[in-house]
């Protein structure tokens, strides 16, 4: 244990003048925890080997005053996944980082700043280290990995209350929990994509409803809202309800003209304005969901014939569900949905420039638009992961790296 006069003596040795200093003496050893190592190790060599029991993670003030507050950080991530951290609404890539100078675990630590005029700032103060580290945790905000998501809940799509499927016992469900634990993405990133992908609760599990069985409920709505000559505009809850209950279960009567329409009040009653981009987009996804490419003049004629009299349908309502062959002869269309795209950027930009060599940055922007980090624009993304040049007068993107 050090005295104060061999502190002053080893600064004298060293040129060093005791008055440019702070008065505080901080006198380290290894303390037990860190110490721990073979039996006959000298503490300072178990030290320096380390025990792996104790980790740095670097975060900002926002998170750390969510902790201070009560809340917690959450490691998702499966085995065969990269962890992320989650807080209440954002999740982040866990990264480790290096450093030269070694970091070490001192409980209780204090600064001379922090120290009162009765703990005599002027003494050598003896001090234990616990632990010791080389690297941090550095948190990196990253988009949420929830295309899981989707791949969990269409395991077992909700087909209808009188489907076989449904009264089988052996396909999985999920709980809000469920979900939580096998997603790799905040709670209320979760919650918001859930609603995204028009999900819901049917007795306590999460469900999709299978695309079909959906359409059939949309189509009730919409046959029953040219019946009664309502404007599209205004449709009455309770007497859908009332009318359509006896054909499928009011919940999800209920539920579709939430996915397609936004609920309002007037004079004491519930009504909906449909949403007329989602329902045409929806009866484009039906025609082109069973054909490997349509003729495109052809496929608009149909279109247009099969959505509600009084819709009308436009190219623009099907950005990031179909693309068009302009340079074919006839021009066609095929499906191809954002959702079935790779998650990660390369892999993504990899998959798009498989299936078409040089893309306009119109055609590409609904299938990477999803992509851009907080601030990031589409032509920084293009930038990235594509070379542009100029095709018949048109700037057109392909891929920096071969495509195999």
């Known amino acids: 244990m050090r005295t104060r006069a061999e502190v002053e003596a080893t600064l004298r040795l060293a040129k060093v003048n005791p008055a440019e200093l702070l008065p505080a003496v901080h006198c380290l050893s290894f303390g037990p925890p860190a110490a721990n190592g073979a039996p006959g190790t000298p503490p300072a060599a178990a030290a320096a080997n380390g025990n792996g029991d104790l980790c740095l993670l ?25 962890a992320v951290i989650c807080s209440r609404e954002k999740t982040y890539d866990l990264k480790i980082a290096d450093t ?9 630590c204090k600064t001379p700043d922090q120290m009162s005029a009765a703990e005599a700032p002027g003494d050598v103060i003896h001090t234990q280290i616990c632990g010791f580290s080389n690297n941090y945790w550095e948190l990196r905000r990253c988009r949420p990995k929830v295309k899981k998501l989707k791949k969990l809940l269409m395991e077992n799509p909700y087909e209808g209350p009188d489907s076989q499927k449904e009264k089988a ?32 609760k049917i007795e306590g599990y999460w469900r999709i409803l299978d695309f079909d069985y959906e359409m ?45 329409g936004k609920k309002y009040t007037d004079e004491g009653e ?67 949905k954002v959702d079935d795209l790779p998650e990660g950027n390369q892999e993504r930009f990899n998959s798009l420039f498989t299936l078409r060599e040089k893309w306009t940055e119109e055609d590409i922007a609904p299938y990477i638009l999803d992509l851009c980090a907080e601030k990031q624009t589409i032509g920084a993304l293009l930038t990235k992961y594509s070379r542009s040049s100029m095709q018949n007068g048109v700037k057109v993107y392909n891929s920096r790296r071969p495509i195999s």
């Open 216 to 260: 059939k409920l949309l189509n009730h709505i919409t046959q029953l809202v040219d019946s009664e000559s309502w404007s599209f505009t205004k449709v009455p809850l309770n007497t859908c309800l009332a009318e359509l209950g006896p054909l499928e279960p009011e919940e999800m009567i209920q539920h579709c003209l939430e996915c397609y």
């Open 169 to 200: 016992s052996t396909h999985p469900k999920y709980t809000t929990e469920d979900l939580f634990d096998r997603v790799q993405a905040s709670e209320g990133e979760i919650m918001a994509q859930l609603q995204v992908l028009n999900a819901c």
């Open 58 to 82: 670097q975060i900002d003030s926002q998170l750390c005053a969510q902790l201070e507050d009560g809340h917690s950080l959450v490691i998702r991530g499966d085995k065969d996944e990269q």
């Open 100 to 108: 030269s100078n070694m970091l070490l675990f001192i409980p209780g």
């Open 270 to 336: 519930v009504y909906f304005e449909l949403n007329v981009d989602k329902i045409c987009r929806a009866t484009a996804q039906m025609l082109l969901q069973n054909a490997v490419k349509f003729n495109l003049a052809e496929f608009q004629e149909v279109w247009q014939q099969s959505v509600p009299e009084g819709m009308t349908t436009h190219l623009d309502q099907l950005k990031g569900l179909a693309l068009m062959d302009r340079n074919s002869r006839p021009e066609t269309i095929f499906l191809l």
